[in-house]
């Protein structure tokens, strides 16, 4: 979806522990693209950054400065940006600019106050989240953040945008993602579980002892059933949210229905580890390797839940 049509929004520092609930509660009305966690460590950047935010909005800088951020400063040098999309704004103009306001933005943003405005400490209005007007400001605003990209420090994209960014011509490009998926489902429900269909593709991929593949599987399921998921390992992905690496915690993430992955976009690396920009894993990769039927069949049935998961034709 085109920055032309998103919205961005700020969750606050006053309401960081609640950051996770919020973004929740938006993505099940809107869906919540991506979002990135700020971290300042200089007050000055900090306060910089806020009143340039501010800067697409009517609101007076010296109210910003007062009030806002002399609130804010009690709390993290941090704040949370995300970009989410609304089918139907329902713009209305606003009095005091003539510039449109979207009313669903506008009710999204009191539900949320509502809600958490008892549970901050020294609430003040408006100190829980901010989000655009309308597509100008997020444009202005993206321009803006990229003034500050040095004080990013995670990106977490929504696991279904991330999934439909791999499909190219209605075509799902990974399917070796499903295989693991389909394998893990398979293995929680009986670990004497062959992994047969996983290790001959991984045979295929990369020539490699499907044993060792299946043991290092085993420890990353059993690990994470244990610590959970760790955000510190994201998942790579070259540009567009191409997935470079990271396929085995992709599917599990995709098994458990995890709403938001940790992603990390680095395509040089990807390019010098792989010489090349990824290889995609099409249907028509397995057809060519002369899967057998029977396996065909149970890749085009993970690849027709997906579609179905994704809500696509």
């Excluded at 340039?52 to 609101?59: G, L, V």
């Excluded at 059933?225 to 790579?236: A, D, E, T």
Aim: glycine fraction near 2%; charged fraction near 30%; hydrophobic fraction near 35%.
């Amino acid at each position: 979806m085109s920055i032309k049509s998103n919205f961005s929004g700020f969750i606050w520092s006053p309401a960081k522990k609640f950051k996770d609930e919020i973004l929740e509660h938006i993505n099940k009305k809107f869906p919540v693209l991506h979002y990135y966690t700020y971290d300042f460590k200089n007050k000055e950047e900090f306060k910089n950054s806020v009143l340039d935010i501010y800067t697409t909005d009517d609101i007076s800088p010296e109210k910003v400065e007062n009030i806002k951020i002399k609130n804010m400063l009690n709390h993290s040098l941090s704040y949370t940006y995300f970009q989410f999309y609304i089918k139907e704004p329902k713009f209305r103009k606003k009095h005091k600019t003539n510039n449109n306001i979207s009313t669903s933005v506008e009710n999204i943003k009191k539900q949320i106050r509502q809600i958490y405005k008892s549970k901050v400490t020294n609430y003040i209005y408006d100190i829980i989240i901010h989000i655009s007007d309308n597509f100008k400001q997020t444009k202005d605003i993206d321009i803006i953040m990229k003034k500050y990209e040095k004080h990013r420090k995670q990106e977490f994209v929504n696991l279904k945008y991330f999934l439909k960014c791999n499909f190219r011509n209605n075509v799902f490009n990974r399917a070796d993602m499903l295989v693991r998926k389909h394998s893990i489902e398979n293995y929680l429900k009986d670990e004497k579980f062959n992994f047969l269909m996983y290790k001959k593709m991984q045979k295929i991929r990369v020539n490699g002892d499907g044993n060792v593949y299946v043991n290092k599987f085993k420890n990353l399921i059993k690990s994470i059933k244990k610590n959970g998921f760790i955000n510190s390992y994201p998942i790579i992905y070259s540009s567009n949210y191409q997935l470079t690496d990271g396929s085995h915690r992709l599917s599990i993430y995709f098994l458990f229905n995890k709403t938001f992955i940790p992603v990390y976009n680095d395509i040089k690396k990807s390019i010098l580890k792989y010489k090349r920009l990824p290889s995609e894993y099409s249907i028509n990769w397995f057809i060519k390797k002369n899967f057998t039927k029977n396996e065909l069949s149970i890749i085009e049935n993970e690849i027709k839940n997906l579609k179905k998961y994704l809500n696509l034709p």
